[in-house]
């Protein structure tokens, strides 16, 4: 116990020495302006906050049509169509979302590279991501309107192929940066036996990038899904296109069994594609990130 | 010199082939069974991009000639959508930051974090167009709708981020604030909320981001902003007008995008 009295002070910052606290200036005016500009925006806005008082009721009267309509027997009658109705769409959207997907990365691929420092020379990589970031700031939505819906008429193909458009600037930017955090090592190691570019590329690069690719292929694929929704409303196929028919028409109950197919589709796709991701990226051993995807199950 | 190079060390044999790797051919093929099968589905063919590349030429030249005078005429809409933007995501971006910290293990019971964290799965799984309908439906066409859209869109995304930033602070802060006897508000208040604040504000950049791209979708619903813009002329096929929003647009959302960036950068 003794020792405790006795120890030496610490070697450092001596009593009256402490840290100067930082200057709060700049984060008390960034608050500031953020607050100011939040409280006008509200004021202005011209939105009837008084409908807020009786959105409660209402959406509670929605809801327990909604859920009237998925707790009816799908075996009897009018039910069952209304479910398999709900799940064709619902299987369309994955298919898009699916083939989307893969024609956003094949075109993303070469993209990738062509954006990547550590392979492409400095004009390539600049005028490379400066194309991605305009593909990424056009919404599939308007990919859809603009290009895909004159070029191949109405339905999910149109959709699909704005979406896969849609991708390629995420895909790429992403893929480029999994490109540039290699390890320098085995790239250097294939050059210097003398191998050609491609052949370094191939045997350099790519097997460290590859898992991280794909893993981003599978997350814009669940994005892709969400995505797809809104592509239903201009006729690009979907379950966007049932959803907006359905509002329009009212029909709570279809809406209810809508709604909860996709969410449980959404929601397994999601689990699903988080395992293989993880699984993909961390091999066969434990992932603690994994955590997430086990939160459900 | 010629000895050593043609007689093989002991022990450093060749390394066995490694096993091949079954898995990873099977999923191989479901992925090709996948893509065929959706393939069929969607009916994909690019043969149109050949033979028909001239039936969208009406349109797409009508895209060629935007009308910017129209860009400037719904300068309200435009305001409107930075309004929404603003309102949903500083609202959501709150509530999801309280959110964040009822749905980490690490300032919440395990039990308390594991349902919040599948609601908000779940929540999270509805696209923003279904949160748009809905919320036409029960408030009406117009802003309000757009807000409470968003702000459902929102709540959802921010909370999922930054609880993940929230599960990953450094426990030792936490658990000098248990020692000296803190409650569960005051340990995430001041051995949390400053580790993950600049995640958090940087999440709330990509939100606002997110809910400028996200407009167009909720507009096209009827829930306000440019997005219905886009809508009414795209009933009256005023391509022209839809091209000159579009151009307008995706400048807007690449310097947002570039500045966000920025901002996340300085941030981190």
Known sequence: ?297 | MTATTTVPAPGRAVPPKPRPPWGLYAGLIACAVVTVWAALGIEFTLAPLFSDLTRGREVVAEFFRPDWEFAWRVREQWLETLQLAVVAGSLGCLLALVLAHMASDVTAPPWMARTLKALLAVERSLPDVAWALLAVAVVGNGALAGILALFAFNVGVAAKLTAESVDAVDRGPVEAATAVGASAVQRAVAAVLPQVMPNFLSYSFYVFELNIRASLVIGLVGAGGIGQVIKTELSRFQYSHISAIVAVFVVVVFVLDQASAWLRRRLI
């Not at chain 1, 202005?44 to 409660?56: G, H, I, K």
């Not at chain 1, 400066?130 to 819906?149: D, F, S, T």
């Not at chain 1, 009212?250 to 909860?260: N, P, Q, V």
Request: aromatic share 6%; net charge positive.
């Open chain 1, 1 to 297: 116990m003794r020792t405790v009295g006795t120890r030496p002070p610490a070697a450092g910052p001596v009593d009256g020495d402490r840290p100067k606290r930082p200057n709060p200036w700049r984060q008390v005016t960034g608050s500031l302006v953020t607050a100011v500009v939040v409280v006008l925006c509200v004021v202005t806005v011209d939105a009837q906050w008084a409908r807020l008082s009786e959105a409660p009721g209402i959406l509670g009267d929605y809801l327990r049509l909604m859920t009237r309509g998925v707790l009816q027997n799908p075996m009897a009658d009018p039910y069952t169509d209304y479910w398999s109705k709900a799940f064709e769409y619902m299987v369309e959207s994955l298919q898009m979302a699916w083939i989307g997907t893969l024609v956003g990365a094949v075109l993303s691929f070469p993209a990738a590279f062509l954006a990547a420092r550590n392979v492409s020379p400095r004009p390539v990589v600049f005028v490379t991501r400066q194309v991605l970031n305009v593909i990424r700031a056009i919404p599939e939505l308007i990919l859809a309107i603009a290009i895909m819906l004159p070029i191949f008429g109405l339905g999910p193909l149109a959709g699909a192929l704005a979406l896969g458009v849609g991708s390629v600037g995420t895909l790429g930017k992403l893929g480029s940066e999994v490109i540039e955090a290699v390890d320098p090592r085995p790239v250097e190691a294939v050059a210097a036996t003398g191998a050609r570019r491609l052949h370094v590329l191939a045997w350099g690069v790519l097997p460290q990038a590859l898992p991280e690719i794909v893993a981003l292929w599978l997350y814009r694929f669940e994005i892709n899904i969400r995505a797809g929704a809104i592509l239903g409303a201009v006729g690009a196929g979907g379950i966007g296109s049932i959803l907006t028919q359905l509002f329009e028409a009212r029909l709570w109950d279809r809406i209810g069994i809508t709604l909860f197919l996709v969410i449980a589709v959404t929601v397994l796709v999601d689990q699903l594609s988080a395992r293989v991701r993880h699984r993909i990226i961390a091999g066969g051993g434990k992932d603690p990130v994994a955590g997430e995807a086990e939160a459900l199950a």
